[in-house]
């Protein structure tokens, strides 16, 4: 059974239809990797997914609750969580308070565990404001790391984060699965999020493609043309 | 594990006094400014608007998707700081009884 899906969903900001008929399905056990070019819905499609932003129709199901009216806070309570592109952690607390906070919480693993795991244990004094991009989201993980969700929703996490880092990214993401999670994520780093990912779909013209596993996706002509390029890796 | 009430508590206890305070000394910054003789603020606008800069404080600070993150909407933001309010206004008036 799926552990979440926000179902056919469409979304307009004024005359722009970003999103006619979009569908993002979280699995337990699976990564799910979503790729499209820029401006293609992929993140208002997140948003939607975990209850930031309303759709004007479609539906989001968690396990066997219909959400018509979806909201972050509730679905929280529903073990989702929401790693958004920017802006997760607050800018005037310390890292460390945010993962107690978490741990408070939901306490479903030690925050000092967790701030060890994604490589943060130096700057749980600090506040984000003085941390890289990619400490900054590694402080962002280790707060997902101590929720330990049922659904992760992960919009372009490898954003700002090193090359060398992207094994060790990819390696968290499995983990989660390894652990049940359902983790559906985005991004352009196509080799990292192919060595990620379970399943792919395919984002573009306001809707949504399953393109099943990635030698599968790989081999798929428009998905090739249109968002590989032409140097798309051999599967 | 808390309940999202005795999560966010402490949050509540650090900033609500000092949010209602300004409160205040912004109502008297209006009062002295239209009148000559300003009186003690009214406590339901004090209490009302206390709640709504915690709201505003919250996104300030860029913690909205944290508390969400955390099952804690707007609305329970809201309340909790009018809920400091409140008792704040409550120990006023029983201070200056």
């Not at chain 1, 959400?67 to 607390?93: C, E, I, K, N």
């Not at chain 2, 006094?17 to 606008?45: E, K, R, Y």
């Amino acid at each position: 059974m799926l552990a979440l899906i926000a179902d056919c969903v469409s979304k307009s900001f004024g005359a722009h239809r970003v999103l006619s008929s979009a569908t993002l399905r979280a699995e337990p056990g699976q990564v799910r990797v979503i790729f499209g070019r820029n401006g293609q819905g992929k993140s208002t499609l997140f948003r939607i997914a975990a209850g930031v932003l309303q759709p004007d129709s479609g539906v989001v199901r968690v396990g066997t609750t219909t959400f018509l009216r979806a909201t972050l806070p509730h679905l929280a309570r529903h073990g989702v969580f929401y790693l958004p592109d920017h802006d997760l952690l607050s800018a005037t607390m310390r890292v460390g308070a945010q993962l107690a906070l978490v741990e408070q919480r939901f306490g479903r693993q030690r925050a000092a565990d967790a701030a060890a795991q994604a490589g943060v244990t130096d700057f749980l004094d600090r506040r984000p404001g003085s941390l890289s991009g990619g400490e900054l989201r590694r402080a962002e993980l280790a707060v997902a790391l101590t929720r330990r969700p049922t659904v992760l929703i992960a919009d372009e996490p490898y954003r700002g984060v090193a090359p060398a880092d992207h094994d060790a990214l990819t390696t968290l993401f499995r983990q989660f699965a390894a652990d049940g999670c359902a983790v559906v994520v985005s991004g352009h780093e196509v080799p990292s999020l192919l060595a990620a990912a379970d399943h792919i779909t395919w984002c573009t013209d306001g809707t949504t493609y399953e393109l099943g596993p990635p030698e599968i996706a790989c081999a798929h002509e428009g998905f090739r043309r249109q968002y590989l390029g032409p140097r798309a890796p051999a599967r | 594990m808390q309940t999202a009430a005795l999560v966010l508590l402490p949050t509540l206890v650090r900033r609500g006094p000092v949010l209602w305070l300004l409160t205040h000394a912004v109502f008297l910054a209006v009062q002295f400014a239209a009148s000559d003789q300003p009186g003690p603020a009214a406590p339901i606008p004090v209490i009302l608007l206390t709640g709504g800069l915690g709201l505003l404080d919250t996104y300030v600070r860029a913690e909205r998707l944290l508390w969400a993150n955390l099952g804690v909407g707007p609305g329970a933001l809201f309340a909790g700081f009018v809920a400091i309010a409140l008792l704040a206004e409550l120990s006023r008036l029983l201070v200056l009884r």
